[in-house]
């Protein structure tokens, strides 16, 4: 849509796409990333959506893009599991050990012997991530109500690693400061005149604008600067009444 609108032949709204657009940009590209992570953790799309998502924004060159978020996708999860093996103890012997149990048991059967390195090798060579399990399982089915939470913390014991970063990526809150700033009206009430207005007389200006404008009247039927002016006006008039009834009170105090 701001595409299009980019090419309006209207000036006004060609101008302010144009704007909007290149905020979109910078706000995509910061946080794309972590918001197709979080897209991939819900059950209900996962992998196929961010890669049907990439081909809308990106193109053709959306091969590369993608295989670029592949890379994050799976570092991020490497973290995990590197945070995970530093901070944990297992309970239960050490590989090491029962394999040394194991071998002291077998040592009069090398036939044996000869299966269990073959069992242990393909065991190594097929063992799969907790992240490659979770994306190649089905996606549940599309519903508006779902809770995703809901969802890792059932499955937390199918998943211990994936659902704690399930978990602190989800729960992070997405800022939209960068498109929100673009509808703003805070710079028309604060500028380089009006820069040590009151918050309560800011919240006057701006409550009075949208009555106004809430009333189906045309912009060029409403002086916004002569209605902030008297807003202003009668601030200034109540804060030098008050100004000179604390000095009457003080100099009668003193007489």
Known sequence: VLKEEM?????????????????????????????????????????????????????????IELSLFKEKLFALYGEYTKNSQGSSQSPYP????????????????????????????????????????YLEESKLPRVEVFDVLGYWRTNEGRYPLLSKMARDILTIPLSIVASESVFSIGGR????????????IVEGVICLRDWLFGQALMPSQINLDEICGDV????????EDGQHQSKSATGSGFG
């Open 232 to 239: 202003i006006n009668m601030g200034l008039n109540d804060n």
């Open 94 to 133: 050490s590989s090491s050990n029962a394999q040394g149990t194991l071998n002291k048991e077998s040592q009069s059967n090398l036939f044996m012997q000869d299966f269990d390195q073959y069992s242990s090798h393909e065991f190594e060579s097929i063992s799969k991530s907790e992240l490659e399990m």
């Open 189 to 200: 009430v604060l500028d380089a005149f009006h820069s040590s207005l009151k918050p309560d």
């Open 7 to 63: 090419e309006s032949s209207d000036s006004f709204m060609r101008n302010m796409a144009t704007k909007m657009f290149g905020k979109f940009e910078k706000y995509w590209s910061e946080f794309s990333t972590i918001m197709a992570i979080a897209t991939i953790l819900d059950p209900r799309y996962k992998y196929q959506f961010a890669e049907w998502a990439y081909k809308k924004v990106y193109g053709d060159s959306y091969g």
